[in-house]
């Protein structure tokens, strides 16, 4: 079945503990990228990439990373959280970037950083 | 800058009215995407539909419909005989052409709640 996965689904930590929020694609897709929603916003880009090795900005870098070291895998990092952190995230991913292909989100992960 | 406004926060209505969610947008492109995103209470987003802005052609898919006009830069959806299922959040999202089309800028999103 064609789909994005994410790991944890839900995660309860401390301000400062390093983290990673996995997520893997079994479609061979070139562009991978990352959400947070958070009410009254919608859904705003932190990271995404157009292909392995191939990472950039989007519109909410601060506090995260993000590595593409195999077209499945696009981990999101979170170095030292804090409370502004807490949020739900979301996985995306689709073939390329051309104007006929559907983004296929992953099911969240829903963060909360006490 | 693109801009994506859902004034409506909050729609309630009873079993079988018609409903309509409103979505604004604002881009200086000239090739862009609309999307509607649906998130039920399980969290996940499923994808509606993609528009371009070269097909200004209104889509009916069962009980749902989408007005897409460019000289008001609006995407309105309408759900027909609305059911209890359709309670979720919606969004309506814009994306740019070219190399910038993986990033959508979303809109702020609309609770509608379906009563039996």
């Known amino acids: 079945e064609a789909q994005v996965t994410q790991n944890p689904r839900y995660l309860i930590t401390v301000t400062g503990k390093k983290l990673t929020v996995t997520c893997s694609q079994n479609?061979?897709?070139?562009?991978m990228s990352w959400y947070r929603q958070d009410p009254g916003l919608g859904l705003r880009q932190i990271y995404y990439s157009m292909n392995v090795e191939v990472t950039d900005k989007g519109d909410v870098p601060e506090g995260y990373k993000v590595s593409r070291k195999e077209k499945r895998n696009f981990p999101l990092i979170l170095e030292s959280p804090s409370p502004n952190q807490t949020s739900l995230y979301f996985c995306a991913s689709s073939l390329s970037v051309r104007g006929t292909d559907t983004q296929y989100f992953g099911p969240g992960t829903r963060l909360t950083v006490l | 800058a693109q801009k994506v406004t859902q004034a409506q926060t909050e729609i309630s209505v009873v079993e079988k009215e018609d409903v309509t969610l409103d979505c604004v947008y604002e881009t200086r492109d000239t090739t862009y995407y609309l999307f509607w995103y649906k998130q039920p209470p399980s969290g996940e987003l499923v994808f509606l539909i993609r528009r371009n802005s070269f097909d200004e052609q209104n889509e009916i898919s069962g009980r749902y419909s989408w007005n897409f006009q460019k000289s008001t830069s609006s995407f309105n959806f309408t759900i027909t005989a609305s059911q209890v299922v359709d309670s979720a959040v919606y969004f309506c999202a814009l994306s740019r052409g070219g190399t910038s089309y993986g990033k959508l800028t979303f809109g702020q999103g609309t609770i509608l709640t379906v009563h039996p």
């Open positions: 479609m061979n897709h070139e562009y």
